[in-house]
């Protein structure tokens, strides 16, 4: 009896399919297209790979993991044109504390978290924040340690400080900015203003600042600049301020150690109005570069109106210019200047104000000007008018050494009396210029009072009644006759004439 073992089964069907499977192959071996195909199959499994021989893999395929491209969206989302990042989620109140740390990019990034009608806050206790504002939203800026005008000497430390050769802030078109309690500070300038806006609407309170460089302090292309309580210190040959265009509202703003103070093109709209405002140049003489202009009021596309009130313009070489636009002064003071007020075209009326100059009180070369109850000092030429020109004047006085000369005609026998001729819309005014005058306006750069008025020899006896003068103007003094007898000999009748 045999014994059978379990998997003898499985071997005979094994042997089965392998010599079925042998079978198969040689068929196909004797197929006419089998042995191209299987060529074919052998030849792509030996060619060479020669992009792999020339680049070969530092690592498996399996060690390999997927490139991550630099996201823009994630890491600097502010790359977009219209990027606003306050509306996402910005904060309202935003303080930076970068005092004495320049380049760390805090006040910028500062601007992007706060959003849309926010406010900044900027805290420099130790040392002026240095950054470049951007702004591009509405935005209120406020310094933390708060400012005072009437303190510009002992406390004007800044609390921006522009980068070199950067401005301090920049305003995008139609947005609105308020700045509160803040002194800048660009001392590098360059070519770049401390404030640039084009477009937009500058509001500013109780601001300083600190700027040196070729071009203006401020400057705005446009929109509204409104500055009030201010103190600008400007080393620069350009106008401190530049209003181009714009609507320019400025009060208790003073202006020091620029070159020119003001040059405004006004807008076609509204006024532009300046008020309670002191601009002191640096009464250097006129011998290179642009005129020193104190205010400067030029022609633009539209006809603008500019009103000055309440204003000393003093140190410069012409105080007021008027190109092709309209100027209103009024109850203003424009002093220590060659030509107090110069008209070459457009309109000038110049009210209740006091002029002093050391050639020309108003000069008009084209247009129209009115002068009206002035007072100019100092002068040798009150109103000059050339025949573009036409000037109405009246109520104006003079005080002027050069201009208020007295002349002397014979009242009797040898006796001579001084009169003083009139001008067209002037008259000389006899005695010594009033120092609180003087005070309010050569006094603001610090000169020491000067006359302008001219003293006659012995005017106070002969308006008292006592002597006469000669033909060469010497004061002759006789106690014998008093009053009109002194052009009679004293007695009257046939024998006293």
């Given at each position: 009896?045999?014994?059978?073992?379990?998997?003898?089964?499985?071997?005979?069907?094994?042997?089965?399919?392998?010599?079925?499977?042998?079978?198969?192959?040689?068929?196909?071996?004797?197929?006419?297209?089998?042995?191209?195909?299987?060529?074919?199959?052998?030849?792509?499994?030996?060619?060479?790979?020669?992009?792999?021989?020339?680049?070969?893999?530092?690592?498996?395929?399996?060690?390999?993991?997927?490139?991550?491209?630099?996201?823009?969206?994630?890491h600097r989302p502010d790359w977009r044109?219209?990027?606003?990042?306050?509306?996402?989620?910005?904060?309202?109140?935003?303080?930076?504390?970068?005092?004495?740390?320049?380049?760390?990019?805090?006040?910028?990034?500062?601007?992007?978290?706060?959003?849309?009608?926010?406010?900044?806050?900027?805290?420099?206790?130790?040392?002026?924040?240095?950054?470049?504002?951007?702004?591009?939203?509405?935005?209120?800026?406020?310094?933390?340690?708060?400012?005072?005008?009437?303190?510009?000497?002992?406390?004007?430390?800044?609390?921006?400080?522009?980068?070199?050769?950067?401005?301090?802030?920049?305003?995008?078109?139609?947005?609105?900015?308020?700045?509160?309690?803040?002194?800048?500070?660009?001392?590098?300038?360059?070519?770049?203003?401390?404030?640039?806006?084009?477009?937009?609407?500058?509001?500013?309170?109780?601001?300083?600042?600190?700027?040196?460089?070729?071009?203006?302090?401020?400057?705005?292309?446009?929109?509204?600049?409104?500055?009030?309580?201010?103190?600008?210190?400007?080393?620069?040959?350009?106008?401190?301020?530049?209003?181009?265009?714009?609507?320019?509202?400025?009060?208790?703003?003073?202006?020091?150690?620029?070159?020119?103070?003001?040059?405004?093109?006004?807008?076609?709209?509204?006024?532009?109005?300046?008020?309670?405002?002191?601009?002191?140049?640096?009464?250097?003489?006129?011998?290179?570069?642009?005129?020193?202009?104190?205010?400067?009021?030029?022609?633009?596309?539209?006809?603008?109106?500019?009103?000055?009130?309440?204003?000393?313009?003093?140190?410069?070489?012409?105080?007021?210019?008027?190109?092709?636009?309209?100027?209103?002064?009024?109850?203003?003071?424009?002093?220590?200047?060659?030509?107090?007020?110069?008209?070459?075209?457009?309109?000038?009326?110049?009210?209740?104000?006091?002029?002093?100059?050391?050639?020309?009180?108003?000069?008009?070369?084209?247009?129209?000007?009115?002068?009206?109850?002035?007072?100019?000092?100092?002068?040798?030429?009150?109103?000059?008018?050339?025949?573009?020109?036409?000037?109405?004047?009246r109520g104006n006085r003079v005080w002027?050494?050069?201009?208020?000369?007295?002349?002397?005609?014979?009242?009797?026998?040898?006796?001579?009396?001084?009169?003083?001729?009139?001008?067209?819309?002037?008259?000389?005014?006899?005695?010594?210029?009033?120092?609180?005058?003087?005070?309010?306006?050569?006094?603001?750069?610090?000169?020491?009072?000067?006359?302008?008025?001219?003293?006659?020899?012995?005017?106070?006896?002969?308006?008292?009644?006592?002597?006469?003068?000669?033909?060469?103007?010497?004061?002759i003094r006789d106690d014998r006759y008093?009053?009109?007898?002194?052009?009679?000999?004293?007695?009257?009748?046939?024998?006293?004439?």
């Amino acid at each position: 009896m045999t014994t059978r073992s379990p998997f003898g089964f499985g071997k005979i069907i094994g042997g089965a399919v392998a010599i079925a499977g042998a079978v198969g192959l040689f068929a196909l071996l004797d197929a006419p297209g089998a042995s191209a195909q299987v060529a074919a199959k052998v030849e792509s499994q030996t060619r060479p790979n020669f992009g792999v021989l020339l680049d070969p893999p530092t690592r498996s395929y399996r060690q390999r993991r997927p490139q991550r491209r630099y996201d823009y969206g994630t890491h600097r989302p502010d790359w977009r044109p219209g990027y606003h990042p306050g509306r996402p989620g910005g904060e309202e109140v935003v303080l930076v504390d970068c005092g004495g740390n320049p380049g760390t990019g805090a006040v910028e990034d500062a601007v992007r978290r706060v959003r849309p009608g926010g406010t900044l806050i900027i805290r420099a206790r130790g040392g002026a924040c240095v950054g470049w504002l951007n702004i591009d939203k509405p935005l209120t800026v406020i310094g933390e340690g708060g400012f005072d005008p009437r303190d510009w000497a002992r406390n004007s430390e800044p609390t921006l400080q522009a980068p070199d050769g950067l401005p301090c802030m920049t305003v995008a078109s139609g947005v609105r900015v308020e700045i509160r309690d803040m002194v800048f500070g660009s001392p590098r300038a360059g070519d770049a203003a401390c404030i640039v806006g084009y477009g937009a609407d500058i509001v500013m309170n109780r601001v300083g600042f600190h700027h040196a460089g070729d071009e203006a302090a401020i400057y705005v292309d446009g929109g509204l600049l409104d500055i009030r309580n201010a103190v600008l210190d400007a080393q620069t040959i350009a106008p401190a301020i530049v209003a181009d265009g714009a609507v320019l509202n400025a009060w208790e703003l003073t202006v020091t150690g620029a070159h020119s103070g003001m040059e405004i093109v006004p807008s076609g709209g509204q006024t532009s109005r300046i008020s309670a405002t002191t601009l002191k140049g640096t009464n250097t003489p006129n011998n290179f570069g642009p005129r020193s202009i104190g205010l400067a009021v030029r022609s633009g596309r539209d006809y603008g109106r500019v009103e000055v009130d309440n204003t000393a313009i003093c140190g410069f070489i012409e105080g007021v210019v008027v190109e092709g636009a309209s100027l209103t002064v009024n109850n203003s003071r424009i002093c220590r200047s060659d030509k107090g007020a110069v008209l070459y075209s457009g309109e000038l009326r110049l009210t209740d104000s006091r002029i002093r100059a050391n050639g020309i009180g108003v000069a008009a070369a084209a247009g129209h000007a009115v002068i009206v109850n002035n007072v100019i000092a100092g002068v040798r030429d009150v109103i000059y008018a050339e025949p573009r020109a036409s000037v109405e004047a009246r109520g104006n006085r003079v005080w002027s050494q050069h201009v208020c000369r007295p002349q002397f005609r014979d009242r009797y026998r040898g006796r001579y009396e001084p009169y003083w001729r009139q001008g067209e819309g002037w008259t000389c005014t006899y005695g010594s210029y009033p120092r609180e005058w003087w005070g309010q306006e050569d006094g603001l750069l610090g000169f020491e009072y000067y006359d302008d008025g001219h003293r006659l020899d012995g005017y106070d006896e002969y308006r008292d009644g006592y002597g006469w003068y000669d033909r060469d103007g010497r004061y002759i003094r006789d106690d014998r006759y008093r009053g009109d007898d002194r052009w009679n000999r004293g007695g009257g009748g046939w024998w006293g004439r």
